[in-house]
């Protein structure tokens, strides 16, 4: 009890707040996504993402040769897809010569030692821009997973080394791994969009790949497929526990800031490493309270990664991924 015992000489020198931190946070523990666009020595800034851009193929590879020299060891790559290309069952997703598989050849043939992932859903090439087959007013189930399985394998022939499939549908996990087992890609990883819920906080990220609805907000509802935030850890782990027997290996809990409580729960039941995806509304939060000078970027960028492996997050999506290595390679 007090006077004897003082909480505050474990926080009365720098070095001892070093020696008991819990929490590290690397730049092995960030997963950069990237947006893509055709062209060549194209890039565009994101308006409502301040700092993130769009970039054709040979500007991205020579920001993923950068990644990796930063310790980044994976990126994520999302295609903005020009909207002739687009229709409402997504063709131009199982194209050899698409402009994402293009993007993951492009890297793969300069040898860079870097993982690749690309998202498995056909939002960035339906009219609609949901993330699957539309049928009767509503997502088909049926129809979209075997649409996710072409996808799915164009992507692996390109050479994605794990494939993330964001759709939310029914069994897509087992479908996807049945899939790539068939063609012989027993060793592309997947990485499920576990537990993404129906957020508010996508918005920006709507607005990078161009896919913010032109038929107004109730048609993009993707209420029918993502969760409901009102639910919590129960159908989370229902979630997680179908993902992981149909063979997810790696599982993203989406977005992160709100759903620390999810996070902390999954990964303290489940076996496989749980990510944080610190999605777009939460960067851009965090950027713009940055640039009206009321919070410092770095430290509060900083604070959210604690949190989230704090929580029991192995890696983190972020598009400060680079910006964040950067900062804390400059501090050793
Ligand atoms: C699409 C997809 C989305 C994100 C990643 N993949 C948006 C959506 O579901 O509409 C969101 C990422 C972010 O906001 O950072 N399947």
């Known amino acids: 009890m007090y006077p004897t015992v003082r909480l505050r000489r474990a926080r009365n020198t720098e070095w001892i707040r070093d020696l008991l931190a819990e929490t590290i946070v690397l730049p092995q523990h960030f997963i950069q996504p990237f947006f893509v666009i055709d062209g060549i020595n194209k890039r565009e800034e994101v308006v409502t993402m301040p700092g993130v851009e769009r970039l054709s193929i040979d500007l991205l590879v020579e920001k993923a040769r950068e990644a990796s020299e930063l310790g980044i060891k994976l990126i994520a790559l999302f295609p903005v897809i020009d909207n002739s290309l687009k229709n409402d069952e997504g063709f131009e997703a199982f194209k050899e010569d698409n402009l994402i598989c293009r993007a993951v050849r492009a890297i793969k043939a300069e040898k860079i030692n870097i993982g690749v992932l690309c998202d498995v859903a056909l939002d960035p090439y339906t009219i609609h821009r949901h993330d699957g087959i539309v049928k009767d007013g509503d997502v088909h189930n049926e129809l979209t997973i075997e649409a996710l399985q072409k996808q799915t394998i164009t992507l692996a022939k390109a050479g994605a080394d794990i494939v993330a499939p964001s759709d939310m549908m029914d069994g897509r996990i087992g479908a996807i791994r049945k899939a790539l087992d068939l063609e012989g890609y027993f060793g592309v990883n997947i990485m499920s969009y576990a537990m993404k819920y129906n ?134």
């Open 199 to 332: 957020t508010n906080l996508y918005g920006p990220f709507r607005d990078a790949v161009k896919s913010t609805p032109t038929t107004g907000a109730q048609y993009l509802s993707k209420a029918t497929y993502q969760a409901d935030y009102r639910v919590g850890c129960k159908q989370a782990y229902r979630e997680v526990e179908l993902d992981v027997a149909e063979g997810a290996d790696m599982l993203i809990i989406k977005p992160a800031m709100f759903y620390l409580d999810i996070i902390n729960n999954i990964s303290n039941v489940v076996d496989v490493p749980v990510i944080a995806y610190q999605v777009s509304g939460e960067y851009a939060m965090i950027k713009y309270g940055a640039e009206q000078g009321f919070l410092n970027w770095e430290n509060t960028m900083m604070e959210a990664f604690v949190a989230f492996r704090r929580a029991g997050a192995t890696a983190v999506f972020t598009y400060a991924g680079m910006e964040m290595a950067k900062f804390l390679n400059n501090k050793k």
